[in-house]
């Protein structure tokens, strides 16, 4: 068959079979990244069958992905409520930090992947999914919760560890010396400083500059300033995820709002190919060896969020029930893990057992996380209501 | 009274205060614009039992409801001293043939006999409105008179 069709097939085979796969996840209500992840496996290598045309497309498509998940990211907070939120919650970010990322690189340590593997699955295991504790969060009505303000400060405060640590894991796995890597950190710190400090000051510059009323004069606009930026970062060695973070968060006011709104489908469609592509390079036949791991690593990490978000919660003077909730919200992990881990698998210096293990640890988590959240308000009551007689009812 | 204000980094801000019936009350306003109104649990002020979606109409329409009650019990008060005369309310629902009209082409004091005081609109008070105030939907008049005036009153806005 001609190789373009055969790759016209085979994407639109991919992409349909996803739009099923989001449509089903949307029925059970539950995140649709462990679906993908899920499709990927199915359809790569040492898969149900293997799609060879759409590898290379697959490759470019999920790492705009990745700029585009990075660039909506930044667009979402204000250079303000970075600010803010850092100020506010950075006591239970620092905990959040040691308690979540020392079980994956313990972990990674143990199995024997060195000081790279450790670094990689520190941040797979450490940072939570802010899509879907976001969604959590809304579809369990819980916006208005007294808990809600603290854990999206976490989140804050974990999407701007992001920004650091992104660029040194790009060092690390580039196989830079310490001293390169020291000026990669060095860099990186100038860098979220400067644009914290533009986008505080001058913000509405930068909107200015991409802004339009134009809807198709704004997109390529900014997909355009947002390729640029990533591929400049990336030039610099900071990771082109963090370029395009910073560049979300420059823009801000009503330029960030329609911007959002503008790149949501484009975001939906390329994540959706980067998850899969991620799921097309691991061989499905390399997780059931890593699966008691992973499911190990998913316990301790839950419990290990829980902790975070119910000392961060004790911490504002939350009762019981909401510090329980702070926790269970935070335990999901998703997208990022798996740009964590897609980063490691791409520079090709780490081995393919970890692509496997991230891969089934996000699957579990994905699914896990969301299910805590809800059933742990029911559970927590069940656990305690001995301890509170319920009061006669109001005749 | 002491409300609370708190960001929601990348959804809006929550303003709300405690009652004294120890419930926790309140808005959340949404970056995109939207309002929700928020009611905590009895057992549990941190979480909330209801966040009900508002449009701008609504929320308008809610405040005019509350602030409208108060002035109207203000009044009362004021009128207890002279039997016969109440006070009551009227809202301005779609459809009203007085709505985006003068308050004037109403003719509620000829026709009836009964006062209009104030309006509230939008969480505000007209005090006094004279005959050219244009009514909009979701305005509470607030009207003196006579039991039977008021009821007067209310079909005339009601049906012209």
């Given at each position: 068959?001609?190789?373009?069709?055969?790759?016209?097939?085979?994407?639109?085979?991919?992409?349909?079979?996803?739009?099923?796969?989001?449509?089903?996840?949307?029925?059970?209500?539950?995140?649709?990244?462990?679906?993908?992840?899920?499709?990927?496996?199915?359809?790569?290598?040492?898969?149900?069958?293997?799609?060879?045309?759409?590898?290379?497309?697959?490759?470019?498509?999920?790492?705009?992905?990745?700029?585009?998940?990075?660039?909506?990211?930044?667009?979402?907070?204000?250079?303000?409520e970075l600010v803010t939120g850092l100020r506010r919650s950075w006591q239970a970010g620092v905990l959040d930090f040691i308690l979540n990322f020392?079980?994956?690189?313990?972990?990674?340590?143990?199995?024997?992947?060195?000081?790279?593997?450790?670094?990689?699955?520190?941040?797979?295991?450490?940072?939570?999914?802010?899509?879907?504790?976001?969604?959590?969060?809304?579809?369990?009505?819980?916006?208005?919760?007294?808990?809600?303000?603290?854990?999206?400060?976490?989140?804050?405060?974990?999407?701007?560890?992001?920004?650091?640590?992104?660029?040194?894991?790009?060092?690390?796995?580039?196989?830079?010396?310490?001293?390169?890597?020291?000026?990669?950190?060095?860099?990186?710190?100038?860098?979220?400083?400067?644009?914290?400090?533009?986008?505080?000051?001058?913000?509405?510059?930068?909107?200015?500059?991409?802004?339009?009323?134009?809807?198709?004069?704004?997109?390529?606009?900014?997909?355009?300033?947002?390729?640029?930026?990533?591929?400049?970062?990336?030039?610099?060695?900071?990771?082109?995820?963090?370029?395009?973070?910073?560049?979300?968060?420059?823009?801000?006011?009503?330029?960030?709002?329609?911007?959002?709104?503008?790149?949501?489908?484009?975001r939906d469609l390329f994540a959706a190919i980067f998850f899969v592509a991620f799921g097309l390079n691991t061989d499905p036949s390399s997780i059931?060896?890593?699966?008691?791991?992973?499911?190990?690593?998913?316990?301790?990490?839950?419990?290990?969020?829980?902790?975070?978000?119910?000392?961060?919660?004790?911490?504002?003077?939350?009762?019981?029930?909401?510090?329980?909730?702070?926790?269970?919200?935070?335990?999901?992990?998703?997208?990022?893990?798996?740009?964590?881990?897609?980063?490691?698998?791409?520079?090709?210096?780490?081995?393919?057992?970890?692509?496997?293990?991230?891969?089934?640890?996000?699957?579990?988590?994905?699914?896990?996380?969301?299910?805590?959240?809800?059933?742990?308000?029911?559970?927590?009551?069940?656990?305690?209501?001995?301890?509170?007689?319920?009061?006669?009812?109001?005749? | 009274?002491?409300?609370?204000?708190?960001?929601?980094?990348?959804?809006?801000?929550?303003?709300?205060?405690?009652?004294?019936?120890?419930?926790?009350?309140?808005?959340?306003?949404?970056?995109?614009?939207q309002s929700e109104l928020i009611v905590s649990t009895w057992d549990d002020p941190d979480t909330c039992q209801a966040s009900i979606p508002l449009?701008?109409?609504?929320?308008?329409?809610?405040?005019?409801?509350?602030?409208?009650?108060?002035?109207?019990?203000?009044?009362?008060?004021?009128?207890?001293?002279?039997?016969?005369?109440?006070?009551?309310?009227?809202?301005?629902?779609?459809?009203?043939?007085?709505?985006?009209?003068?308050?004037?082409?109403?003719?509620?004091?000829?026709?009836?006999?009964?006062?209009?005081?104030?309006?509230?609109?939008?969480?505000?008070?007209?005090?006094?409105?004279?005959?050219?105030?244009?009514?909009?939907?979701?305005?509470?008049?607030?009207?003196?008179?006579?039991?039977?005036?008021?009821?007067?009153?209310?079909?005339?806005?009601?049906?012209?």
């Amino acid at each position: 068959m001609d190789p373009l069709a055969l790759t016209l097939i085979e994407l639109g085979a991919v992409v349909f079979c996803l739009g099923l796969l989001a449509r089903l996840a949307e029925r059970i209500g539950m995140s649709p990244i462990p679906l993908y992840l899920v499709g990927g496996l199915f359809f790569g290598a040492g898969g149900f069958m293997e799609f060879k045309g759409i590898q290379e497309f697959a490759h470019i498509s999920g790492e705009i992905g990745v700029i585009l998940l990075l660039l909506m990211l930044g667009l979402e907070y204000t250079a303000t409520e970075l600010v803010t939120g850092l100020r506010r919650s950075w006591q239970a970010g620092v905990l959040d930090f040691i308690l979540n990322f020392l079980p994956g690189a313990g972990l990674a340590i143990f199995l024997g992947w060195g000081l790279v593997g450790a670094m990689v699955m520190g941040g797979v295991t450490y940072i939570s999914s802010s899509g879907i504790a976001a969604k959590v969060i809304t579809d369990l009505g819980r916006v208005g919760n007294r808990e809600t303000p603290t854990i999206l400060s976490i989140l804050v405060f974990e999407d701007l560890a992001m920004a650091l640590y992104l660029p040194i894991l790009t060092a690390i796995l580039a196989g830079v010396s310490f001293l390169g890597g020291l000026q990669t950190v060095g860099i990186s710190l100038a860098v979220v400083t400067v644009v914290l400090m533009v986008a505080l000051r001058h913000g509405h510059r930068v909107s200015k500059a991409v802004h339009s009323e134009n809807s198709e004069v704004f997109l390529l606009n900014l997909l355009g300033a947002a390729l640029l930026v990533a591929g400049l970062a990336s030039a610099l060695q900071v990771s082109a995820a963090v370029g395009a973070f910073m560049l979300g968060i420059a823009i801000s006011g009503v330029t960030a709002h329609n911007a959002t709104r503008i790149l949501e489908p484009l975001r939906d469609l390329f994540a959706a190919i980067f998850f899969v592509a991620f799921g097309l390079n691991t061989d499905p036949s390399s997780i059931p060896p890593v699966i008691g791991w992973a499911l190990a690593l998913a316990l301790l990490t839950a419990v290990t969020k829980m902790l975070t978000g119910y000392w961060a919660a004790k911490r504002v003077g939350i009762a019981v029930p909401g510090r329980f909730r702070a926790g269970a919200t935070l335990i999901a992990r998703g997208e990022f893990s798996i740009v964590i881990a897609g980063l490691a698998v791409a520079s090709g210096a780490v081995l393919p057992e970890l692509a496997a293990l991230a891969t089934a640890y996000v699957l579990i988590m994905a699914i896990l996380g969301p299910l805590a959240a809800k059933y742990i308000e029911p559970l927590v009551r069940v656990w305690r209501r001995p301890a509170k007689p319920q009061p006669a009812a109001v005749a | 009274m002491n409300v609370d204000e708190t960001d929601l980094p990348g959804l809006g801000r929550r303003k709300d205060f405690m009652t004294a019936s120890g419930r926790r009350i309140g808005v959340v306003e949404y970056r995109e614009g939207q309002s929700e109104l928020i009611v905590s649990t009895w057992d549990d002020p941190d979480t909330c039992q209801a966040s009900i979606p508002l449009t701008a109409d609504e929320a308008a329409t809610l405040g005019n409801l509350l602030g409208g009650q108060h002035l109207a019990m203000q009044l009362s008060e004021a009128h207890r001293e002279i039997p016969g005369i109440v006070t009551r309310q009227f809202s301005i629902a779609s459809g009203s043939p007085f709505e985006n009209q003068p308050m004037g082409k109403a003719c509620i004091r000829t026709r009836s006999g009964v006062s209009i005081v104030a309006i509230m609109r939008e969480g505000e008070v007209v005090p006094s409105p004279g005959p050219d105030v244009v009514l909009h939907r979701g305005d509470l008049l607030v009207a003196v008179g006579t039991q039977e005036g008021l009821d007067t009153a209310a079909d005339i806005l009601r049906n012209g």
